[in-house]
């Protein structure tokens, strides 16, 4: 897709996020503030939608939905989100089930069957767990069958550990939504675009602490590797730094829509390792990306409920004192652990509990 092409209306979702028998939370980032029509034959609903800019041409929407009665269990509802007038088979015909119209959910009465899951890197060498779960889904023969919840323990993102070719898919989704900049101190940079466009954004990004004595316990714990440091995992030369990078990462992560609008070619200027490595990395993020229709088409159907661990973060966040004292003492360090929990309360906490 060029720089040209029309945006699509929804970028990602929607995501099933609280259910209850009177109320409902959904998730959905779309390129203008929307007013999604709710249709729900099983119930009379008030829909509450609030809408939180993140870009020129991204804004994250809250639908809260409460029921005129509660749901019944144990039954597949069927659910659709029209947009000016056009429902989910016509903008995301990939989140619907063969032989389906409509995305449905279950409210079970019960919680004795439910899946967990964590942990999910997209350059692991393996397929997406999630892709079990749409199996499981597709196989369900009665509503009875169907999981009450996805439960998703930690590391829904990377923010520490990212392949080379997925920081380009964040830089070229971020140019393309106008996600918003931010100034940046105690870096060699002043500000995000200037972070973009240096030499070290890709694979070096330790270098963009100032070469000053006060900053090497901060670049060693931070960017050392398997020393442990702040920033402890061994991808943490491409750790994601601004809000932007963040809120991108989720984008990238959730939906096959946000991938319509990235380019994968290797950034200029990379050594000949970093090229070997990139190309290395290239095939695993296409293979992970690729699955992404399935992905959101499980989470259009049963309730998430999310919570942080480490790597949505950074690793081994909050490990121990000395940790949080040379962290949270540097303006760089700080601002970098501020956004990527300002994206997890956006994408992860706040659908939990809407009223939280």
Same mark, same amino acid.
């Not at 609280?18 to 008030?46: D, G, H, M, N, Y």
């Not at 998703?152 to 964040?170: E, F, I």
């Not at 259009?300 to 949505?312: K, S, V």
């Not at 949080?324 to 956006?346: C, D, K, Q, V, W």
């Given at each position: 897709?060029?720089?040209?092409?029309?945006?699509?209306?929804?970028?990602?979702?929607?995501?099933?996020?609280?259910?209850?028998?009177?109320?409902?939370?959904?998730?959905?980032?779309? !390129? /203008?503030?929307?007013?999604?029509?709710?249709?729900?034959?099983?119930?009379?609903?008030?829909?509450?939608?609030?809408?939180?800019?993140?870009?020129?041409?991204?804004?994250?929407?809250?639908?809260?939905?409460?029921?005129?009665?509660?749901?019944?269990?144990?039954?597949?509802?069927?659910?659709?989100?029209?947009?000016?007038?056009?429902?989910? =088979?016509?903008? =995301?015909?990939?989140?619907?089930?063969?032989?389906? /119209?409509?995305?449905?959910?279950?409210?079970?009465?019960?919680?004795?069957?439910?899946?967990?899951?964590?942990?999910?890197?997209?350059?692991?060498?393996?397929?997406?767990?999630?892709?079990?779960?749409?199996?499981?889904?597709?196989?369900?023969?009665?509503?009875?069958?169907?999981?009450?919840?996805?439960?998703?323990?930690?590391?829904?993102?990377?923010?520490?550990?990212?392949?080379?070719?997925?920081?380009?898919?964040?830089?070229?989704?971020?140019?393309?939504?106008?996600?918003?900049?931010?100034?940046?101190?105690?870096?060699?940079?002043?500000?995000?675009?200037?972070?973009?466009?240096?030499?070290?954004?890709?694979?070096?990004?330790?270098?963009?602490?100032?070469?000053?004595?006060?900053?090497?316990?901060?670049?060693?714990?931070?960017?050392?590797?398997?020393?442990?440091?702040?920033?402890?995992?061994?991808? =943490?030369?491409?750790?994601?730094?601004?809000?932007?990078?963040?809120?991108?990462?989720?984008?990238?992560?959730?939906?096959?829509?946000?991938?319509?609008?990235?380019?994968?070619?290797?950034?200029?200027?990379? !050594?000949?390792?970093?090229?070997?490595?990139?190309? /290395?990395?290239?095939?695993?993020?296409?293979?992970?990306?690729?699955?992404?229709?399935?992905?959101?088409?499980?989470?259009?159907?049963?309730?998430?409920?999310?919570?942080?661990?480490?790597?949505?973060? !950074?690793?081994?966040?909050?490990?121990?004192?000395?940790?949080?004292? !040379?962290?949270?003492?540097?303006?760089?360090?700080?601002?970098?652990?501020?956004?990527?929990?300002?994206?997890?309360?956006?994408?992860?906490?706040?659908?939990?509990?809407?009223?939280?």
């Amino acid at each position: 897709m060029t720089s040209s092409t029309p945006l699509p209306l929804v970028l990602a979702g929607p995501i099933l996020r609280r259910l209850e028998p009177q109320r409902l939370a959904i998730w959905l980032v779309a !390129t /203008q503030p929307l007013q999604p029509e709710f249709i729900f034959p099983a119930s009379k609903a008030q829909v509450d939608c609030q809408v939180v800019a993140v870009g020129q041409h991204a804004f994250i929407h809250l639908l809260d939905i409460h029921f005129a009665q509660p749901l019944p269990c144990n039954q597949l509802l069927d659910y659709d989100l029209l947009i000016n007038g056009q429902g989910i =088979a016509g903008w =995301a015909p990939h989140l619907l089930y063969p032989g389906t /119209q409509r995305p449905n959910l279950v409210l079970r009465d019960r919680l004795d069957h439910l899946l967990h899951g964590s942990c999910r890197k997209p350059h692991f060498p393996v397929a997406d767990g999630l892709l079990c779960a749409d199996r499981l889904l597709q196989a369900c023969e009665k509503p009875t069958d169907r999981p009450a919840v996805l439960l998703m323990t930690g590391d829904q993102v990377y923010a520490d550990d990212v392949a080379g070719p997925m920081l380009r898919a964040v830089h070229s989704l971020i140019a393309r939504l106008g996600l918003f900049d931010e100034q940046l101190e105690g870096a060699v940079v002043p500000d995000s675009q200037a972070l973009y466009q240096h030499p070290a954004c890709y694979y070096h990004r330790a270098d963009l602490l100032p070469a000053q004595e006060r900053n090497e316990t901060l670049r060693e714990r931070f960017f050392g590797g398997k020393r442990k440091p702040i920033f402890s995992s061994s991808n =943490a030369d491409n750790h994601l730094v601004t809000f932007a990078e963040v809120m991108a990462m989720y984008l990238l992560v959730w939906s096959p829509v946000a991938w319509q609008l990235v380019n994968l070619d290797m950034p200029s200027g990379l !050594t000949a390792p970093r090229q070997a490595r990139y190309q /290395q990395e290239l095939p695993l993020i296409q293979a992970f990306a690729g699955n992404l229709g399935q992905v959101a088409r499980v989470m259009a159907h049963l309730p998430c409920l999310m919570i942080f661990d480490d790597h949505d973060i !950074t690793d081994d966040w909050n490990l121990s004192a000395q940790w949080e004292e !040379t962290a949270y003492g540097h303006p760089f360090s700080r601002r970098i652990i501020g956004n990527a929990l300002l994206g997890y309360l956006l994408c992860e906490a706040w659908w939990n509990d809407p009223q939280g």
